[in-house]
């Protein structure tokens, strides 16, 4: 059974950081990009940033580049988002996202929430 | 950065009638589109893959149709499961990006 669940999330100050893991199970992890979703709180959907599965590549939205870094230890099945420079409206449930063929979601985690406030 | 629009982003909707969203891309993204379903307090869950491919176990009475950069998911014949917020998403190129969302309410 295919499984991506996330650790990590929490309360953090303005200015602060945070590194989200997500830990997979149940297929070969080196077949497949992955990356991270967030939405806010009562918002939509919001692509943040996106790994090639053996690392080489990284992409990210505007709005994280520059704070934000995704990495993944293949050794580990496990990928993570450092994540610094935190603002208020970085609040919100991250989701780990296995991408088929670096194209659609095939299996997302259940999110884990990151609060950014004082 | 390609740019989804999706509407309209509000529908009420009676059971058994046809549901149609729509979502322009501001270029051309081939057939590089998507659609997910999500209800409250659940993780999206993958409707139609490449625009027109129906994701494994997902019910006939959802289909989608477009390319370039107008595409289309339709819901036919509504039922009250459905009742969710609905996004397309483009995997053109290595930056991609969602919809804003139609959320679906039943009547």
């Known amino acids: 059974e295919v499984q991506l669940l996330e650790s990590g999330g929490g309360l953090v100050q303005p200015g602060g950081s945070l590194r989200l893991s997500c830990t997979v199970s149940?297929?070969?992890?080196?077949?497949?990009?992955m990356g991270w979703v967030r939405q806010a709180p009562e918002k939509g959907l919001e692509w943040v940033s996106g790994?090639?599965?053996?690392?080489?590549?990284?992409y990210y939205a505007d709005s994280v580049k520059g704070r934000f870094t995704i990495s993944r230890d293949n050794s580990r099945n496990t990928m993570y988002l450092q994540m610094s420079s935190l603002r208020a409206d970085d609040t919100a449930i991250y989701y780990c996202?296995?991408?088929?063929?670096?194209?659609?979601?095939?299996?997302w985690g259940q999110g884990t929430l990151v609060a950014v406030s004082s | 950065e390609v740019v989804l629009t999706q509407s309209p982003e509000f529908q009420s909707v009676t059971p058994k009638e046809k549901v149609t969203i729509t979502c322009r891309a501001s270029?051309?993204?081939?057939?590089?589109l998507h659609w997910y379903q999500q209800k409250p307090d659940q993780s999206p869950k993958l409707l139609i893959k490449?625009?027109?491919q129906s994701f494994s176990g997902v019910p006939s009475r959802f289909s989608g149709s477009g390319s370039g950069t107008d595409f289309t998911l339709t819901i036919d014949s509504l039922e009250v499961e459905d009742a969710a917020t609905y996004y397309c998403?483009?995997?053109?190129?290595?930056?991609?990006?969602f919809g804003g969302g139609t959320k679906v309410e039943i009547k």
């Open positions: 998403h483009q995997s053109s190129g290595l930056r991609q990006t």
């Open positions: 149940g297929f070969s992890f080196t077949s497949y990009v």
């Open positions: 270029q051309n993204i081939g057939n590089n």
């Open positions: 996202a296995r991408l088929y063929s670096g194209s659609y979601v095939d299996y």
């Open positions: 790994m090639t599965a053996f690392g080489n590549t990284a």
């Open positions: 490449f625009a027109s």
